[in-house]
T-cell receptor, first 110, second 115 residues
Framework: DAKTTQPNSMESNEEEPVHLPCNHS???????IHWYRQLPSQGPEYVIH?????VNNRMASLAIAEDRKSSTLILHRATLRDAAVYYC???????????WGLGTSLAVNP | GAGVSQSPSNKVTEKGKDVELRCDPI?????LYWYRQRLGQGLEFLIY????????KSGLPSDRFSAERTGESVSTLTIQRTQQEDSAVYLC?????????????FGPGTRLTVL
């Protein structure tokens, strides 16, 4: 199974943009990149997903490198409620499982 | 609408006892997943159900772990003869289908503590 690598922690100031990187150098051509986040004492919640093209939704943007070996989750204006652990996961073509790494713990300073 | 619910929210048991954890998925979701999350760790896949197909049990760590699902509704994860290393948060998720783009919706989890 392909793996993902993320920094253990990052810090941001409120109302500033945040770029959360993820490396997935062993990704295969049919693997989708999914991002979830987990607030304290809650289950993970979906943020965004993509295959090759950059994606935008109301929560965030996902920038995918041309070779697909890395991606970046972009929060355009961080708020205190965005403090969470952010997981970059892969969904393989024939594999129903999401492959989870350790995630990045994001702290947002007021 | 109602999300994924899990019960109990917390369970404390003694080593060697059996426990049952329950998951109620979102109505109409055909796929259901169980994960385990140890303290400070990512999610570890346990088992997956999709409609009437045979479940994918490849993530179950030992034969002490089993799970059942009735049709496309409730699922129960059973851990027999619990050990201290079974202490973790057990998360259930459901999705409409099981495609590569399907979003998984998670419940709040059951925190299991084995003394």
């Amino acid at each position: 199974d392909a793996k993902t690598t993320q920094p253990n922690s990052m810090e941001s100031n409120e109302e500033e943009p945040v770029h959360l990187p993820c490396n997935h150098s062993t990704i295969s051509g049919t693997d989708y990149i999914h991002w979830y986040r987990q607030l304290p004492s809650q289950g993970p919640e979906y943020v965004i997903h993509g295959l090759t093209s950059n994606v935008n939704n109301r929560m965030a943007s996902l920038a995918i490198a041309e070779d697909r070996k890395s991606s970046t989750l972009i929060l355009h204006r961080a708020t205190l409620r965005d403090a969470a652990v952010y997981y970059c996961t892969l969904r393989a073509g024939n594999n129903r499982k999401l492959i989870w790494g350790l995630g990045t713990s994001l702290a947002v300073n007021p | 609408g109602a999300g994924v619910s899990q019960s109990p929210s917390n369970k404390v048991t003694e080593k060697g006892k059996d426990v049952e954890l329950r998951c109620d998925p979102i109505s109409g979701h055909t796929a259901l997943y169980w994960y385990r999350q140890r303290l400070g760790q990512g999610l570890e896949f346990l088992i997956y159900f999709q409609g009437n197909s045979a479940p994918d049990k490849s993530g179950l760590p030992s034969d002490r772990f089993s799970a059942e699902r009735t049709g496309e509704s409730v699922s129960t994860l059973t851990i027999q003869r619990t050990q201290q290393e079974d202490s973790a948060v057990y998360l259930c998720a459901s999705s409409l289908l099981a495609g590569r783009t399907d979003t998984q919706y998670f419940g709040p989890g059951t925190r299991l503590t084995v003394l």
